[in-house]
Nanobody
Framework: QLQLVESGGGLVQSGGSLRLSCAGS????????IGWFRQAPGKEREGVSC????????YYADSVKGRFTISRDNAKNTVYLQMNSLKPEDTAVYFC?????????????????????WGQGTQVTVSS
């Protein structure tokens, strides 16, 4: 059974760092594009970053460019989101998601409808 499990969230002070993990089971994550999304209280879910399969193209929301880095560890079947210089406005539940189209190259990567499977999320809280 395909599962995506996020971990690594927590409470951190402004300016701090966290690394989120998205571990796959029942599927080889390297064969698919993986996106990270977040949802803050009272707000819609928004795309944060995406990494495609194959060439590993990466995409970032403007709000996180230069601070967040998405990467893969194929041996661990895991995708990471390294988050540096965190701000209180980064506080949200973070989700990873998978696009089952192996040829997907990232168009509209920030749209929820591009993804077919979702994890349960991990809470990130940044205090000021």
């Amino acid at each position: 059974q395909l599962q995506l499990v996020e971990s690594g969230g927590g409470l951190v002070q402004s300016g701090g760092s966290l690394r989120l993990s998205c571990a796959g089971s029942g599927i080889t994550l390297n064969d698919y594009a993986i996106g990270w999304f977040r949802q803050a209280p009272g707000k819609e879910r928004e795309g944060v970053s995406c990494i495609t399969s194959g060439d590993g193209m990466t995409y970032y929301a403007d709000s996180v460019k230069g601070r967040f880095t998405i990467s893969r560890d194929n041996a661990k079947n895991t995708v990471y989101l390294q988050m540096n210089s965190l701000k209180p406005e980064d506080t949200a539940v973070y989700f990873c998601a998978l696009n089952v189209n192996r040829r997907y190259h990232g168009s509209d990567w920030y749209r929820e409808y591009e993804y077919d499977y979702w994890g349960q999320g991990t809470q990130v809280t940044v205090s000021s």
